[in-house]
């Protein structure tokens, strides 16, 4: 999956690169490097309905280190040593820019909703069950052009992960696991203007 996902991206890259129409780029591609590092993959693509509306989907996995499952689930450590692997995740979302007099850049909102499934093991008795959920997760971040040319970009925002519809308490071996309430992550995006 990650090798489709990064051809395909390269793809897009290279058709924007030949093409020599002056048009405004409305569509954005993003990958999240943290994601691909921790095994897993991100690909996000947004579509500019105007200078500050966005439209966009994510699809994306990943595995968590040790101290992201404290954060994320809340469980009794004594009882169970938790690896969770985020096996699939989709959102929708819509971005909104801040700023007025340079839009597609700068501070931004978003509001995505989204699906996920986790898998989750206890690495004491090989034992792991799916567990999964839909949540809202309002961000704020940052789109900075590091080069004259507007077209690469990163995006630096804090997400809060809040599960609306989830299974609630599930039972893992000796222990009963449940998603936090509200789980702040830090994220970072290398991406392009089409």
Not at 29 to 43: N, T
Not at 69 to 79: H, K, P, S
Not at 122 to 132: K, L
Request: aromatic content about 14%; proline content about 5%; glycine content about 6%.
């Amino acid at each position: 999956m990650k090798k489709h996902l990064i051809i395909l991206t390269l793809t897009l890259i290279t058709f924007s690169a030949h093409s020599q129409e002056k048009r405004v780029p409305r569509i954005y591609v993003e990958l999240k490097p943290l994601q691909f590092l921790s095994g897993g993959y991100s690909v996000v693509g947004h579509y500019a309905l105007n200078d500050r509306w966005h439209i966009g989907a994510n699809v994306f996995a990943s595995e968590l280190s040790d101290a992201f499952n404290q954060i994320g689930f809340d469980y009794d450590d004594a009882i169970i040593d938790l690896r969770a692997s985020q096996d699939f995740a989709i959102n929708f979302s819509f971005r909104y820019f801040l700023n007025k007099q340079h839009p597609h850049k700068g501070w931004q909102l978003s509001l995505p909703v989204g699906y996920e499934t986790w898998i989750l093991k206890d690495r004491n008795t090989d034992t792991e069950i799916t567990y999964e959920f839909w949540n809202i997760s309002p961000r704020i971040g940052y789109l900075w052009y590091p080069f004259k040319m507007e077209r690469f970009y990163i995006m630096s925002e804090v997400v809060f992960a809040i599960p609306l519809i989830s299974e609630g308490e599930v039972q893992l071996g000796n222990s009963t696991i449940k998603s936090n309430a509200i789980v702040p992550i830090p994220s970072i995006g290398l991406g392009i203007r089409l």
